[in-house]
T-cell receptor
Framework: AQKITQTQPGMFVQEKEAVTLDCTYD???????LFWYKQPSSGEMIFLIY??????QNATEGRYSLNFQKARKSANLVISASQLGDSAMYFC????????????FGTGTSLTVIP | DAMVIQNPRYQVTQFGKPVTLSCSQT?????MYWYQQKSSQAPKLLFH???????NEADTPDNFQSRRPNTSFCFLDIRSPGLGDAAMYLC???????????????FGPGTRLTVL
């Protein structure tokens, strides 16, 4: 079974609008972390935001927020006020405390911001 | 200011000719990872080091080897590159504890490998 599922291969959003990128995960470990990374066309993976399984509040980092619904095992990334520079691939990833150092990545969502 | 450095950024090699990719870090992180990423796909973990402990993924081909001579450096050796090994190779580091789910990975800029 896939540990991380991203069902949106591509998304379009108008500049200055908000967009939600979906991510669902599968784990039986009560302790885990969820991460979102941005990968521009240059190739570098840029860390955006983290949510821990025991965190009571949804994570926020500037224009990025994570809509964490633990019972549904979803961790959607919300980007507010989209900018042209947000056009990139976005990967959701998970690390389980029980499996040590391994990160599981989803297949990614390609976001295009339209002027 | 560079934290995770990969050299070279672009590497062209010939079919079957050994190639070495390098990664260095200034973060003093004890965990280092090598990923292979093909176009429009998720990064695929090849192996990682926890300090000097080497952890190979079960499906990593024997053609891929790695060395970590010290905390700062890690190398990826491809002994006989095939056309299917053309990809972006990403190095990442992380500090640990094992019991913590936090501590994100810091990625280098990647090396794009072309096999002719």
């Amino acid at each position: 079974a896939q540990k991380i599922t991203q069902t949106q291969p591509g998304m379009f959003v108008q500049e200055k609008e908000a967009v939600t990128l979906d991510c669902t995960y599968d784990t039986s470990d009560p302790s885990y972390g969820l991460f979102w990374y941005k990968q521009p066309s240059s190739g570098e993976m840029i860390f955006l935001i983290y949510q821990g399984s025991y965190d009571q509040q949804n994570a926020t980092e500037g224009r990025y927020s994570l809509n964490f619904q633990k019972a549904r095992k979803s961790a959607n990334l919300v980007i507010s006020a989209s900018q042209l520079g947000d056009s990139a691939m976005y990967f959701c990833a998970m690390r389980e405390t029980s499996t040590g150092n391994q990160f599981y990545f989803g297949t990614g969502t390609s976001l295009t911001v339209i002027p | 200011d560079a934290m995770v450095i990969q050299n070279p950024r672009y590497q062209v090699t010939q079919f079957g000719k050994p190639v070495t990719l390098s990664c260095s870090q200034t973060l003093n992180h004890n965990v280092m990872y090598w990923y292979q990423q093909k176009s429009s796909q998720a990064p695929k973990l090849l192996f990682h080091y926890y300090d000097k402990d080497f952890n190979n993924e079960a499906d990593t081909p024997d053609n891929f080897q790695s060395r970590r001579p010290n905390t700062s450096f890690c190398f990826l050796d491809i002994r006989s590159p095939g056309l299917g090994d053309a990809a972006m190779y990403l190095c990442a580091t992380r500090t640990s504890g094992r019991r913590s789910s936090y501590n994100e990975q810091f990625f280098g800029p990647g090396t794009r490998l072309t096999v002719l």
